[in-house]
């Protein structure tokens, strides 16, 4: 299979299941920012204790799940649900354990905290966390505009936000 096949040239793309969408398209937007979002999870991935890359790998695998229900088009909703490819309460859930987890384990700043501090890892972490903010106000703008209408999609990043947060501060202190 080629990489390029000129399809896009004209800035147009497709969805899943075919729909040609603008690449300005709000959707693009905010499965882009996903994308972004598992590289810089990938490059901090890089960086982590082993205990923590193994987690960061599972976070960028739930984020082509993220993605992939981003680029579906709603008539094509149903598929991905009979799939059972969607954003669950319990991927919500897992990361709450996660964040619970990783919060006894090293004690959180009582106030605002400059990334770059401690070890590379922390610091790529912070990166990816802002990347994941972003994408959350983008599926945010879907949500208000009723093209996206599962609502742990915008659960789950604002937890996943949280858990990288977490999970850079442990990274920062080189673990327990």
């Not at 075919?18 to 890089?46: M, N, P, Q």
């Not at 094509?76 to 990783?102: A, C």
């Not at 903010?133 to 599962?150: C, F, P, Q, Y």
């Amino acid at each position: 299979m080629r990489t390029f096949n000129k399809k896009g040239d004209r800035g147009e793309t497709s969805l899943l299941y075919g729909v040609r969408v603008a690449k300005s398209d709000s959707r693009c937007e905010a499965y882009g920012t996903i994308d972004e979002a598992v590289s810089a999870l990938g490059l901090a991935r890089h960086f982590c204790q082993p205990e923590v890359k193994d987690i960061v790998f599972g976070l960028q695998q739930d984020l082509f799940v993220v993605g992939a229900e981003l680029a579906t088009p709603s008539e094509h909703y149903s598929k991905l649900v009979k799939k059972q490819n969607i954003v669950t309460l319990e991927m919500v859930q897992r990361l709450e354990n996660l964040i619970d987890n990783f919060e006894a384990k090293v004690k959180m700043p009582e106030a605002f905290v400059v990334p770059g501090g401690g070890s590379a890892g922390s610091a790529a972490l912070d990166v990816a966390r802002t990347i994941v903010r972003r994408a959350e106000r983008r599926v945010i703008g879907l949500k208000e505009a009723e093209i996206i209408t599962n609502d742990e999609v915008p659960k789950y990043l604002n937890r996943l936000s949280d858990l990288i947060f977490t999970l850079a501060r442990y990274e920062e202190v080189g673990g327990a």
